[in-house]
DNA sequence: AACCGTAAGCGTATCTTGTACGCTGTCAAG
DNA sequence: CTTGACAGCGTACAAGATACGCTTACGGTT
């Protein structure tokens, strides 16, 4: 009966996506994502109850692009390793929802599909129970810090030219790390110490 | 000549920290700082260029009382956990500023401090260089996970619950992993975590 | 084909927050 | 006792989220 509905869930988000990656993340406003959309300010509250609701469903999307299926061959570290990289690469591929990112992970449908896969990956190798909470969590653990890091931390570019002027009487070893640390790609660096948890776990 | 100044950095600091305790993250506004330190809002502005400044002095107080020396016995291991460990009480103990700490990281000449301890103790286990700069900053992204999965996440506490909850066909592994994950308290589960890098970074 | 109920979409208004600007009053040196 | 520099304040404004109520387009019904 009623007049249909101009717009869904998915194209809010990727609206809200397209604003984000163009305007960062303080430019996600009710407006712009509105405007994005072609709809009025008040037209997107038919779709989203809120803000929060509008966050959570651009942080779905871009998780959702994560294929929770775990590869076929190799170790299970290096399978495991597999998973945690697509999230990086997801989350990588929009910086400016990071954030919310960190704000909206535990509702997100598409993390808890990641974190099945890698349980069962943990499981097959034979982890006990109580290992697996562990392994499991340091593993969350490591992604978000890690991305985070990358993402919203100058200690990654420029913030290691910066350590390395540091004075040197007081930080002798921060500015002989951060002076290697310049020639460490991002990548990696993340799978260095995404190896090193591995290795951890694995032994 | 002039009128003395009537509040010091530490006061400010110390008065965000109090409106962050007792409202949350949400709650600090410049009023409210303000208004706990008995001044008026832009009588505030005289001592802090802005919000961003602001939440600078909150982070620093909070990390500055970490003590970057590391203790004196124990495995090199063992120091390193401690000195982990001293981050997540400092932190933990306002749990509000966990999402300013994210943002002003990167400028806390606390954490520089704490940085240049562990690096140390890396240098001292003979771990080279490279691996050192892998080493580093694993620890820095578990660190800022593991305090972020802890206080932003329900998945911890009740989220732990919701996910025992699942259905079984499709999240078998998860729901598993859950029902144990409530029987490991958060000190074990970060303990554990960091346990399984260190023993990476030793291997 | 005219009609009408429902929900879409919009406009306006309000509240909150950060912050620019300019006034006023106070302290201490002369 | 005067005076000038700066602390502190009040007002004003802009941006943003969102409540509220009007208007209007659709599509099934007569």
Chains 1, 2 share one sequence.
Do not use: C, K
């Not at 809010?12 to 712009?32: E, H, Q, S």
């Not at 974190?115 to 034979?126: I, N, P």
């Not at 310049?182 to 290795?199: C, N, Q």
């Amino acid at each position: 009966m009623p007049r249909p509905r101009s717009l869904t869930p998915q194209g809010i988000a990727a609206a809200a996506l397209a604003v984000l990656d163009r305007d960062g993340t303080g430019g996600l406003t009710m407006r712009a994502v509105a405007q994005e959309l072609g709809v009025s300010t008040m037209g997107l509250y038919r779709y989203v109850a809120d803000r929060e609701e509008l966050e959570g469903l651009v942080v779905e999307l871009v998780l959702g692009a994560v294929d929770p299926v775990p590869p076929a061959g190799g170790s299970w570290q290096e399978r495991i390793a597999v998973l945690v990289e697509r999230v990086r690469v997801a989350v990588g591929a929009h910086p400016a929802v990071v954030p919310l990112t960190m704000t909206h992970r535990h509702r997100s449908p598409a993390i808890l599909r990641w974190s099945e896969s890698v349980a069962g990956l943990l499981t097959e190798a034979g982890t006990g129970p109580r290992q697996r909470v562990v392994a499991l969590r340091g593993l969350l653990a490591y992604v978000i810090g890690a991305i985070q890091l990358e993402h919203l931390g100058p200690l990654a570019g420029p913030g290691t030219v910066a350590i390395a002027g540091l004075d040197p009487a007081e930080f002798p070893n921060m500015r002989a790390t951060a002076l290697e640390a310049r020639t460490v790609p991002p990548d990696e660096e993340f799978r260095g110490g995404l190896a090193l948890l591995l290795a951890g776990i694995g032994s």
